[in-house]
């Protein structure tokens, strides 16, 4: 039996590493075997990728010597930063540096690289529309990872650049699902009025860059897009109400006020969110849910997702 190639995966414990860890581990028969990157190999996570055939090796992305060393030997990686972790685009972007060096270091044949948009394209700095943040940025966690895509083509490297979209475990995770309204019901709300907003399931993503790595060269050197439906406000808020048995309204807030809602990242997500409301051909065509479909079958719609995970979404 020949021996499979080796996908090296970014933040194998977390979102998107994980699910792309789990979707080469759950196809035994494939081509690919996962090496697991994490800081914490003795987690719990860790442990049972461990317990499922993944190999695992303590990697930090702020110590470059341990990324390189992690890549050595691999066919292909999965790359990928955490902004919420530390809210700081100049981390993401020494981290992804280094990524994109390790990469060059071990000879990789396919690299994929989670990024997004950088607004500053559309919305220069001197654009009164939105606030400027941090000094230098509008969407900071977008825009420092559109920044670094040149880490990964000024070294000539075989890249494929991965566009994901909204996370709909942000209903379980970032308190994004349905509060109660001050006029009594339960309501979603985020400031995008009447526009759509792709939204995939993480796990998904994980399974769509499974699939770019399946079909290799064709995809190399291209941005893929990815989501899984495309959906307004009242749109999710319907499939809340059919999935949770109770009425769920949309209130399309202003992002003013989004931005002044006082939690960490607030007015990050304000701005993200007026980007893709005044924006909305820009940041829709790329992510094409056919595209997520053909490399990802399984590909779960909102109602589809909200079914499985109805009782993990907190209802406050």
Same mark, same amino acid.
């Given at each position: 039996?020949?021996?499979?190639?080796?996908?090296?995966?970014?933040?194998?414990?977390?979102?998107?590493?994980?699910?792309?860890?789990?979707?080469?581990?759950?196809?035994?028969?494939? %081509? +690919?075997?996962?090496r697991?990157?994490t800081?914490?190999?003795?987690?719990?996570?860790?442990r049972?990728?461990?317990? @499922?055939?993944a190999?695992? =090796?303590?990697?930090?992305?702020?110590?470059?010597?341990?990324?390189?060393?992690? +890549?050595?030997?691999?066919?292909?990686?999965?790359?990928?930063?955490?902004?919420?972790?530390?809210?700081?685009?100049?981390?993401?972007?020494?981290?992804?540096?280094?990524?994109?060096?390790?990469?060059? @270091?071990?000879? &990789?044949? @396919?690299?994929?690289?989670?990024?997004?948009? %950088?607004?500053?394209?559309?919305? *220069?700095?001197?654009?009164?529309?939105? #606030?400027?943040?941090?000094?230098?940025?509008?969407?900071?966690? +977008?825009?420092?990872?559109?920044?670094?895509?040149?880490? +990964?083509?000024?070294? /000539?490297?075989?890249?494929?650049?991965?566009?994901?979209?909204?996370?709909?475990?942000?209903?379980?995770?970032?308190?994004?699902? *349905?509060?109660?309204?001050?006029?009594?019901?339960?309501?979603?709300?985020?400031?995008? %009025?009447?526009?759509?907003? #792709?939204?995939?399931?993480?796990?998904d993503?994980?399974?769509?860059?499974?699939?770019?790595?399946?079909?290799?060269? *064709?995809?190399?050197?291209?941005?893929v897009?990815?989501?899984?439906?495309?959906?307004? /406000?009242?749109?999710?808020?319907?499939?809340?109400?059919?999935?949770?048995?109770?009425?769920?309204?949309?209130?399309?807030?202003?992002?003013?006020?989004?931005?002044?809602?006082?939690f !960490?990242?607030?007015? %990050?997500?304000?701005?993200?969110?007026?980007?893709?409301?005044?924006?909305?051909?820009?940041?829709?065509?790329?992510?094409? !849910?056919? =595209?997520?479909?053909?490399?990802? *079958?399984? &590909?779960?719609?909102?109602?589809?997702?909200?079914?499985?995970?109805?009782?993990?979404?907190?209802v406050?």
């Amino acid at each position: 039996m020949s021996q499979k190639k080796i996908i090296a995966v970014v933040g194998a414990t977390g979102a998107q590493g994980g699910g792309l860890a789990r979707a080469i581990l759950n196809d035994p028969e494939g %081509d +690919f075997s996962v090496r697991a990157l994490t800081r914490k190999p003795d987690s719990e996570k860790a442990r049972e990728l461990a317990a @499922h055939g993944a190999e695992i =090796v303590a990697a930090n992305l702020d110590e470059p010597a341990s990324v390189q060393r992690a +890549f050595d030997g691999a066919y292909g990686a999965y790359c990928v930063t955490n902004f919420w972790e530390h809210f700081s685009p100049e981390r993401e972007l020494a981290q992804a540096e280094t990524m994109a060096r390790a990469a060059q @270091h071990a000879g &990789l044949r @396919h690299v994929i690289w989670s990024t997004l948009e %950088d607004t500053r394209r559309w919305v *220069p700095l001197s654009d009164e529309r939105m #606030p400027t943040l941090m000094g230098k940025y509008k969407v900071p966690h +977008f825009d420092a990872k559109g920044e670094a895509n040149h880490f +990964f083509t000024d070294l /000539g490297l075989p890249v494929t650049f991965l566009l994901t979209s909204f996370y709909w475990d942000n209903f379980i995770y970032a308190g994004m699902g *349905p509060k109660a309204a001050k006029d009594g019901g339960l309501a979603i709300a985020f400031p995008m %009025d009447d526009k759509k907003l #792709p939204g995939i399931a993480v796990e998904d993503i994980g399974r769509c860059a499974y699939g770019i790595f399946k079909r290799g060269q *064709p995809w190399i050197g291209k941005t893929v897009g990815i989501a899984g439906e495309h959906l307004r /406000g009242d749109e999710m808020a319907a499939a809340f109400t059919r999935a949770l048995g109770q009425e769920v309204r949309y209130h399309a807030i202003s992002p003013e006020a989004y931005r002044s809602l006082g939690f !960490p990242g607030a007015e %990050d997500l304000g701005n993200m969110f007026q980007f893709k409301r005044d924006f909305q051909e820009i940041f829709c065509s790329p992510r094409d !849910p056919r =595209v997520a479909q053909s490399l990802n *079958p399984s &590909l779960q719609t909102f109602d589809g997702w909200l079914s499985r995970n109805q009782s993990r979404i907190p209802v406050r």
